[in-house]
């Protein structure tokens, strides 16, 4: 998984409806590259499936947390580019400060959740993690 690929999973998410040539158009590639990138993303599970939200279905995964993630020096981009291809790292933001970078993530159970981590604590140059759970959301916007 490549930038490109990481780029088509991000505006996919926020319109599964997207068309292949809108997509060859924000990312500079061209409308075959952009299917074929889907088609084998697809094929290799890597999107498992397109959906649509109605306004009265839309709730939180069951599982959303916080990450804070510290990181050796040398590894911070190699770190961030791995991150931002897991699917359940919602959004990443680098930081200053005792963390480098905090992850928002969206899992659907806790035990998808702990998977989650285990991989992220995983990845070649993190150095700590911290987690929190959010359990509820009172303002969005």
């Known amino acids: 998984m490549d930038d490109l690929d990481r780029d088509i999973l991000s505006a996919l998410r926020h319109n599964a409806r997207i068309p292949a ?3 060859a158009a ?3 590639a061209s409308r075959a590259t952009i299917a074929a990138r889907i088609d ?3 094929a290799d599970g890597t999107i498992a499936a397109f959906t649509i939200r109605t306004g009265s279905e839309i709730r939180p995964a069951g599982v959303r947390a916080i990450v804070m993630i510290e990181v050796v020096g040398k590894f911070a981009d190699r770190v961030a580019h791995q991150l931002r291809g897991l699917p ?5 933001h680098s930081t200053n400060g005792r963390w480098d970078f905090i992850a928002e993530l969206e899992d659907r159970d806790l035990a998808s959740f702990d998977e989650t981590l285990r991989r992220i604590r995983l990845i070649e140059g993190i150095n700590t993690t911290e987690s929190s759970i959010l359990l509820k959301t009172s303002k969005v916007g």
């Open 40 to 42: 084998r993303m697809v």
């Open 21 to 23: 040539s809108s997509l």
């Open 88 to 92: 359940e790292v919602r959004a990443l």
């Open 26 to 28: 924000m990312t500079g």
